[in-house]
């Protein structure tokens, strides 16, 4: 196919301090926005678009794990990377954020970018310049198009007007609100084949597919963007599941997964019918799949539970807490005594099979989390779900700038005494730990949250058959140091 110019170049960013635990975390899947607007815009305009993944750039990661590091190197080297992908001959980059995390490399790079070819058009988006567009305004130098919001039709819409031709001339970048969403249903299939051509030893990395998009929950821990919730047709999820599975096999990979992006695996209807799609062709036996959902929707369509095990689907449930009070804070449930006893029905389901296992997901010291409600989910967790059938996934609390908690820090200020760094992606420091509010509740000091966390999950871990010891390794050193110096 041909191309017209002019090119663009989707950049993923990654972010400094990093550890073996957040490669655990951060390594395992593609960047699927870029790649999806890098089909749409060859599909729609014909532009020529290619892909630098800052996290598998080897001449990069050394400073990526380093907590100090020479700038100038920093810049020497990521020029030379630049170089390799003609970066001379382009006219314009794409970063896409994905998390507030990348924040200061994201600053890093547009600025040496910026000061070494100030003709290439910087284009953000994604994640962070949706949830602070401001931080990028404040740093009007380093970029010229601000995308806040669902990015498709702003990126359609760059490569159709002028507007790319006029912002060189103005002292200001432009901030581009998009009002109108593209047509879930013209979505094409992401732009794998582009990526793996250059990142073609990447066999670990997880093959994704939507069946819907948004959510209609509002959880107040959840960064996902408060859109409108949106189911494709079943003939397109189809026709791009079909394609999804014909590029896995072109590719060759070797023990596939594909994992359902979906919120929250939603729809009971679309799901039925994805689910007897995939028993009918007896697709669990060529590929590992996994999907998240909700637990009521779970306990209220029954007969899912018997098609998961059939498809072999890895579900994850995002239980979060056993407390009553933290999950009606969290807007988990309103009812949260038939919620607690919905998530039990559910794990006796999976100790009495062998496979699939399931996962359960734990939020620990969101904020009015003290001590005893941290031991009621230890304690939940101890009677109902230690099983080798059962995987525990317990994260700590992130005030990512897109939840509701950090819109309304006051509120748990006042209500729990909770304490919160505020800006925390831009302190020059781990921002994993920088993301993990100072205090849960007036007497729950991250100290002790830290610590408790190491300490209970500790054996709670190794309990799961498929426990990973390297990424068991990576989470007990991390924690475990986190929290010596923390005391
Ligand atoms: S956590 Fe899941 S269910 Fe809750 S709002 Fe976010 S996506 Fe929806």
Redesign the pocket.
Known sequence: MEYYNPQLLFIHPTFFYQEPYHKDLFYRDFPLKALELSAILKKNKKIKTHFLDLRFEKDLTKFFSKAKFNDQQFEKAFIKVLEKESIQDLQNVGIISTSSFEFLQIEKISKIIKNNFPKINIIVAGHHPSAVPNNFIEKSKNYDIIIEGKPEIAFLNLFTTSLLNKVKKRKKPFLIKPKDVFNLNDVPLPDYDTYLQKYKDKTELIFTISASEG?P???R??K?PRTKFRNYSFVNFLERFENLQNLIMRWNYQNPKIGFLD??FNSALLSNKILKYIIERKLQDQYRFSCQT?IEIVSNHKNLLSLFKKAKMVVGY?FESANKGILYEMRKTSNPTAYIKKMKEILEFYENISEPYCRLNIIAGFPGENNETFLDTIEFLETYALHPNVQINPTIYINDPNTYVYKNMDYYHKTFQSMFLKEWWKIDSDPLKNSIPLKSSKNYHRSQLVKDYVERYRNILVKFKYSSIPSLINWKKYFGNWSKNLT
Do not use: A, K, N, V
């Open positions: 959510c929950f509002h959880c821990f959840c996902i919120q929250s909700r995002g």
